[in-house]
């Protein structure tokens, strides 16, 4: 049977831990007769569809095509191994005329975490992983199964720093001769090129290597612009080789570029070249000075940025093509003194924008005057709230952007395989990929998303283009990786009005976001008329079930799990400090949720000295702290006026039931019973929590 390719890369293993199956059985591997010194193993099964599974060691005997895959040393030459087998062998021989043999040099100037760079055969589309370890400046015969196809060699900083493919030769050293050589000999600079339309990559012992290749979560190098006096007239950023580079700060003349990989591990100068300028635009595609004056009025405001719902629509609207912005229409000291209560630029742009918003004095002046800021393209809005604007100012710089829909410029399929080689088994089956963004924010030389930042910008992506028309639009979160634990991360996501809104709570070094749709069910909720509230909480890990594939929906709710859901559900974070319950002790896997609701003050009015965080969930009680965390995360008030009256309630004691009633949150279990008393059920408080959040917004 034909086997699936397996890639070998080399990993500067920065944050990524990589498992290597074992087995309980004493299995012991052996290469013409010798034993092997083996460092890990796995054993996997070729699917239908050409792929493979890991599977367990007490499953092989279910399976008819079992594989092992094996990390191994023999008299210093690493080897990754693989050989179908049977579920019975214990001992597990292999053959060198099945071998192929490579020598491979890393060089000292690689900065790898401990010093380490890792070997990696890798299945294309499973989570299968076998590493074999090298030093910064060592060289390595290492072999192969010949049954593994080897399509390249990479070496990569995992952190997105670096990366340069190249065939698979005889000796690999990173420290080669690498040659830079323009491909044109005028830059037009209108049309900002990116790397791959100006130069070629070559190594003196390989020849040309094809495009730059910058991998990993964030991507990225530094480049300069350098004149004909030696010196740095431009500096700027890119991710990798579809990102456009700028030349705002330059006029026609000679110029040569300077690219700078891992802090400078690598370095490539191209030659001098010359950069031209192409012909001005027509005037019809500057805004003039009339469109500014219609955006005051609210029928001339864009149809997106009423519908996004981003609690912009009151903003004063400033209608722009692009960057930099027309300063004819950008009069701070005019802009300050309006009555709205924030600025809203819209670039007709549909794929990306990069450069300064505001300098620093213009952003001082924005941030002193109390106004809010946001930013909308074609495809998504960052909004800066007043608390943000201030702190921008304190690092004493120009408000800078970047801001790309990645969709626009490579494949989904090939952004989706690419994550998938790059986080694994991080990536589940159940996580269907929609789309990517890149967004960087600088106050000066501060990243204000990549780092510590009290009040970060809100971000918002828009549903309307085609990436999203299959997707179910209440299962779709954003993922981000969270450097501080190394790996790729949930965070927090809402749909509302076709626009798929996220909080930036954690630093993002990568800056980007990568949007997937998440199904999860269970298999007992088939009947449950609550099955789509489930799907989607789960979707979000706001609920969960009691195993991986049941939920028990009639099941009986505690106070500790309805007030986790909900502390979960609004986003509002766990507290180590709140009211002291008798029956709620810091150790408890609820304290924390407990404490953010007290501090909230979402718990009953009646409450006392103890919680009774075990004691069934009342849904008069549930009524209560729904009704109170609506009007506080909404700021609005919910009328007491009974519109509803159940037998069941007494007269005067069912204000917070009324209310609820009148939200929409209940209807009771009839027309005339509510069962105050009665115990919250799974199903119930799965619904409560979904329409509470569809309300909030």
Not at 278 to 289: H, L, P, V, Y
Not at 527 to 544: D, G
Request: glycine share 8%; proline share 2%; with cysteine.
């Amino acid at each position: 049977m034909k086997q699936k390719n397996i890639l070998l890369l080399i990993v500067l293993l920065v944050g990524i831990n990589f498992n290597i199956a074992s087995a309980n059985t004493d299995y012991s591997f052996y290469l013409e007769g010798k034993l092997l010194q083996v460092n890990g193993f796995t054993f996997m099964t070729l699917e239908a569809d050409g792929t493979y599974r890991i599977i367990s060691e007490g499953a092989l005997d279910q399976y008819k095509e079992v594989y092992v895959f094996v990390n191994a040393e023999k008299e210093g030459e690493l080897l990754c191994l693989a050989q179908k087998i049977s579920s019975e062998e214990t001992q597990i021989k292999f053959k060198a005329a099945d071998l192929i043999h490579k020598k491979i040099t890393i060089g000292k100037a690689v900065n790898p975490l401990d010093g380490i760079v890792t070997l990696e055969f890798r299945n294309l589309s499973d989570e299968m992983k076998i590493e074999l370890n090298l030093n910064s400046g060592e060289e390595k015969q290492f072999a192969f199964s010949n049954n593994l196809e080897v399509q390249g060699i990479y070496l990569v900083d995992m952190r997105g720093s670096l990366g340069i493919p190249q065939g698979l030769v005889e000796s690999f050293s990173f420290n080669g001769d690498y040659v830079l050589t323009p491909k044109v000999q005028e830059v037009i600079m209108s049309e900002e090129p990116s790397f791959e339309d100006l130069f070629e990559i070559a190594q003196s012992s390989v020849g040309s290597i094809g495009e730059l290749f910058i991998m990993g979560p964030g991507g990225g190098c530094d480049y300069e612009i350098i004149n004909t006096s030696g010196e740095s007239v431009y500096q700027g950023k890119f991710g990798h080789v579809t990102n456009r580079l700028h030349y705002e700060a330059i006029d026609e003349n000679q110029y040569k570029m300077k690219f700078s990989f891992n802090g400078g591990d690598l370095v490539l100068e191209s030659e001098y070249m010359a950069f031209v300028k192409a012909a001005k635009k027509e005037e019809d595609d500057i805004a003039t000075d009339n469109d500014v004056k219609n955006t005051d009025e609210s029928k001339n405001r864009s149809e997106s940025a009423v519908n996004t719902n981003l609690k912009e629509s009151a903003f004063y609207e400033i209608k722009v093509a692009g960057l930099p912005l027309p300063q004819n229409q950008l009069d701070i000291n005019a802009l300050v003194k309006r009555s709205e209560p924030g600025i809203l630029i819209h670039l007709d742009i549909d794929d990306q924008f990069e450069g300064i918003m505001f300098n620093r004095d213009d952003l001082s002046k924005l941030a002193n005057s109390g106004k809010q800021l946001a930013i909308q393209t074609q495809f998504g809005s960052v909004s800066f709230s007043s608390d943000c604007l201030k702190e921008m100012v304190q690092y004493d710089g120009d408000l800078s952007m970047k801001f790309r829909y990645e969709n626009a410029f490579s494949k989904p399929s090939e952004i989706r395989d690419f994550m998938i080689e790059t986080y694994g088994s991080q990536v589940k089956a159940n996580m269907n990929f929609v789309s990517s963004y890149e967004l960087r924010v600088f106050a000066g030389e501060k990243d204000v998303i990549g780092t510590e930042f009290n009040n970060r910008p809100q971000v918002a992506f828009f549903t309307k283009t085609s990436d999203y028309a299959s997707a179910q639009l209440n299962k779709i979160s954003a993922f981000i990786y969270n450097e501080s634990v190394g790996k790729l991360e949930m965070i927090e996501s809402k749909w509302v009005d076709d626009a798929i809104k996220v909080k930036v709570k954690i630093p993002m070094p990568f800056h980007y976001f990568n949007l997937y749709e998440v199904n999860k069910t269970f298999d007992d909720i088939s009947k449950s008329w609550a099955k789509p509230y489930i799907e989607s909480l789960a979707s979000k890990n706001i609920v969960s079930g009691v195993s991986d594939v049941t939920f028990n929906p009639a099941g009986k709710l505690t106070r500790a799990q309805f007030v986790t859901l909900l502390v979960r559900g609004l986003g509002i974070g766990t507290s180590d400090q709140g009211a002291s319950f008798s029956d709620v002790h810091s150790g408890d896997w609820f304290a924390s949720y407990v404490n953010a609701a007290s501090k909230m003050a979402l718990l009953e009015d009646h409450i006392g000295t103890s919680f009774s965080p075990n004691s069934e969930m009342m849904r008069k009680d549930m009524a209560e702290m729904a009704v109170k965390a609506y009007e506080k995360m909404s700021g609005k008030s919910v009328s007491e006026k009974a519109s509803k009256v159940f037998e069941d309630v007494p007269s005067g004691s069912g204000t917070y039931i009324s209310k609820a009633v009148n939200l929409g949150l209940v209807s009771g279990i009839s027309e005339t019973e509510f069962k105050p008393n009665d115990a919250l059920t799974r199903e119930q408080a799965a619904y409560i929590i979904y329409k509470l959040l569809e309300m909030i917004g």
